[in-house]
């Protein structure tokens, strides 16, 4: 008989911003599988359910222990009955039928490799698989003009796809650092994004860049972009200028999750740290053929021949500058730091539960009809009326 006194009942607030979500998770299986539906979801251009299973995997990723049987879940937030079917289906079967065609599914392998292609999103890569277009090779046969992004994306695919480790991040800070210390002393560098809440690897490297006076960081991208370029670091590199104007995107507007900070997308050339791969087991390849036995997929999903990359003592890694003025420091470091979704949920509690507007540039009261001064992310949170939650804490 099954005793009813063991089964363990969890207990979980609402909102992503409420938890505290570190990158130990119980229920890998389980959010493995919800994580790839949200991504299917978002490729697909269904937003809203691609953050419902957000949500849900979220939620599952605080649990602490792993989830035996569905009635744990009772009364926990944010499980709809979608994801619970899924959650249930792998409880019970081992695997979720859902799950296991739509990562077979052409439509999602096309879509996962034409949006890997830096430049590349989901309405662009939706047209080319209208078109027949599935691969890389199809993509190149098929004649069709890649903008300058796109371009260096396909160069570059292989490398980009290769997860970017915690030491070639530090490699790339300490360049960084060096390339703002020589245009201007006293600029402050801070690594942002999935590396500041201690993930080990990442799809890039985060930056956010700031000068402790006030309007000294105006017109400091294009000094360090061209010593970095000058120095031959960059690959590939396109700026965007600063629009925002507290004025013009204030309380007037609605808070928009796409900041407006001055930003430079590039593609660093970064000097290889590990073994030529020519040595490392399981990465060479003998007449496509790996040592493994299985055949490589050849010009379907690389972009250069199998062990080119091997040969190149360098390899290309995409990287994020972002400049910020001092006064938005903390949002904009709140606003970077992520997850994508944990920062959803902050703005999500700040319109819903606050009557606020948060955004990677300000906070605005709309019943105080004011501005909030922030000079830490801790203020920010005290504002929100949250509990301080440190950025390894923030992996919802
Ligand atoms: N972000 C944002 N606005 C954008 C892009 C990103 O506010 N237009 C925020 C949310 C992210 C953070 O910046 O958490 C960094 O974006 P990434 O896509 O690099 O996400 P991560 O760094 O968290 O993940 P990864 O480790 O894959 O790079
Ligand atoms: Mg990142």
């Not at 991504?39 to 299973?53: H, K, M, Q, T, W």
């Not at 249930?88 to 990562?103: M, P, R, W």
């Not at 995409?318 to 420091?329: A, C, G, H, T």
């Amino acid at each position: 008989q099954e005793n009813k006194s063991e089964v363990v009942v969890f207990s979980v607030p609402s909102y992503a911003c409420q938890r505290r979500t570190t990158l130990e998770n119980q229920n890998a299986t389980l959010t493995d599988a919800l994580s790839l539906l949200a991504e299917n979801a978002e490729l697909s251009g269904e937003d809203g359910r691609g953050v419902a299973f957000r949500r849900a995997a979220a939620v599952l990723k605080v649990l602490p222990s792993p989830v035996k049987s569905a009635s744990q879940l009772a009364g926990l937030p944010c499980l709809g009955e979608h994801s619970l079917r899924v959650i249930k289906d792998i409880l019970e079967n081992g695997a979720s039928s859902e799950v296991e065609s739509t990562k077979e599914s052409e439509q999602f392998k096309a879509l996962k490799v034409l949006t890997g292609i830096f430049g590349v999103g989901a309405k662009t890569a939706d047209r080319w698989i209208r078109e027949g277009i599935h691969n890389l090779r199809q993509l190149r046969d098929s004649g069709h003009t890649l903008n300058r992004a796109q371009q260096a994306g396909l160069d570059h695919f292989d490398d980009i796809k290769q997860p970017v480790t915690k030491a070639e991040a530090a490699a790339i800070e300490e360049i960084v650092e060096k390339a703002v210390a020589s245009v201007l002393p006293g600029v402050r560098v801070v690594l942002t994004g999935g590396f500041r809440r201690g993930k080990l690897t990442g799809h890039d490297v985060d930056f956010l860049i700031t000068h402790p006076e006030e309007g000294r960081e105006v017109g400091l991208m294009p000094k360090v972009v061209s010593w970095l370029e000058a120095q031959g670091f960059l690959l590939y590199q396109k700026t965007t200028r600063n629009s925002y104007l507290e004025s013009k995107d204030g309380p007037g507007r609605p808070p928009s999750n796409i900041d407006r900070f001055e930003r430079c997308l590039s593609i660093f050339k970064l000097t290889r740290m590990e073994k030529p791969a020519a040595e490392a087991p399981g990465d060479g390849a003998v007449n496509g053929v790996r040592a493994d036995g299985q055949r490589e997929s050849d010009e379907l999903s690389r972009s250069e021949p199998a062990g080119a990359a091997a040969d190149r003592r360098w390899r290309a890694v995409r990287v994020d500058l972002v400049v910020s003025p001092i006064s938005q420091f903390a949002f904009a470091l709140l606003g970077w730091t992520g997850s994508k979704l944990f920062e959803r949920e902050l703005r999500r509690w700040a319109g819903y539960e606050k009557a606020m507007s948060l955004s990677s540039h300000a906070l605005y009261d709309n019943n105080q009809r004011k501005y909030l001064r922030a000079s830490s992310e801790e203020d920010i949170f005290a504002h929100l009326g949250l509990e301080y939650i440190p950025p390894s804490e923030r992996n919802a």
